[in-house]
């Protein structure tokens, strides 16, 4: 992103927000125990595990751009979990965010890259996930992420307030960036996220910057690196097309996780042991002759690694569901 555009960003410091106990969630550190501790591993699920293990890891991801772009962006990360654990790896398509959810639950899914908020909701419903690394867009930076607002070029729309009895294209009620953080955005805004706008859900981030290009509503919300730089690689989107009139605080990283009901304790450890070792790591990745350079190394959604992350980082998810009461965060 230029410097122009970054100055174009009016940042909203949830004051209202914070008085309900939002400014201490953002501040949250990754110290809390890990799932993995929390539910005492996978004994639970060893004896479903064996009678689900065909040698073959179901791995799904939930649905942030369209199936063409989200499956070919597993590719790599498939090639090596394959070589690393010996196992065959199949990607398994899901429709939207509560269907990975719901694919964990059932011991149709293995392992899935899912939003913050999918990954807390999936274990409050019962599935028995573990963590395994958290995203990292650039090499150096922080595990996280941040959700823009954006409005076509020359909107008279300046900033979440103005958005009142306009359109509103939201991800998907089941998204941390597309839906849970910009509502706590409207709110602290003055203004209910579903009553006072006309609402639409997409169904992805590109989905939702795409209609809202094509005129079909005022405002769109998608997490950064969509804007940044998957549209604009697969030509989609260049900066003279939108300003951004909003950026939520940071939001903890998009996680991978693992189902401990379906994999062998064997296979757990050798997956624990890719990601603490850090092989899941864009230059690690070269080192290892999966890719001849950094450039054609492709990991989802165009990221540098996954770097080990703990339950703790995602508490902030769990407050921001309390305060703004969320239907998404109990369904």
């Known amino acids: 992103m230029s410097a122009e555009r970054t100055e174009t960003v009016r940042r909203i410091p949830f004051t209202r927000l914070a008085t309900a106990g939002i400014a201490g969630i953002f501040a949250l550190t990754a110290c809390g125990e890990s799932a993995a501790d929390e539910d005492g591993g996978a ?34 990360l498939m090639e090596v979990l394959e070589e690393e654990t010996g196992r065959e790896v199949e990607f398994s398509e899901v429709t939207d965010y509560n269907a990975v959810i719901e694919s964990l639950i059932a011991g149709q899914a293995d392992m899935a890259i899912g939003s913050p908020f999918t990954y807390v909701r999936a274990g409050d419903q019962g599935a028995e996930v573990e963590l395994l690394g ?41 998204s941390t960036s597309g839906y849970l953080y910009p509502s706590a955005g409207m709110i602290e805004a003055g203004l209910d996220p579903m009553e006072d706008v006309e609402p639409q859900f997409p169904g992805s981030h590109d989905g939702a910057v795409l209609a809202m290009l094509d005129g079909q509503c005022d405002v769109a919300f998608a997490y950064d690196s969509m804007v940044t730089t998957l549209l604009p690689d697969r030509g989609e989107l260049e900066e003279e097309d939108y300003e951004i009139i909003w950026e939520s605080p940071m939001i903890p990283a998009a996680p991978i996780f693992m189902n401990a009901e379906t994999l062998d304790e064997e296979l757990q450890e050798q997956l624990r042991g890719i990601f603490s070792d850090e092989m899941i790591n864009v230059d690690n990745l070269v080192e290892a002759g999966y890719c001849d350079s950094a450039e054609e190394c492709s990991l989802p959604e165009g990221s540098y690694e996954y770097t080990p992350v703990e339950d703790g980082l995602y508490d902030g998810i769990r407050e921001v569901c309390e305060i703004t009461e969320a239907e998404a965060c109990n369904s």
Do not use: K, M
């Open 43 to 76: 004994e639970n699920g060893d004896a479903e595990a064996s009678e689900n293990s065909d040698d073959v890891i179901t791995l799904t991801g939930v649905p942030a751009e369209d199936a063409t772009h989200l499956e070919a962006g597993f590719e790599l």
């Open 134 to 174: 958290g995203r990292v867009e650039e090499q150096g930076e922080e595990a996280g992420y941040v959700s823009y607002a954006l409005v076509p070029s020359g909107s008279d729309i300046e900033d979440l307030e103005d958005v009142e009895g306009g359109s509103v294209c939201y991800v998907e009620q089941g």
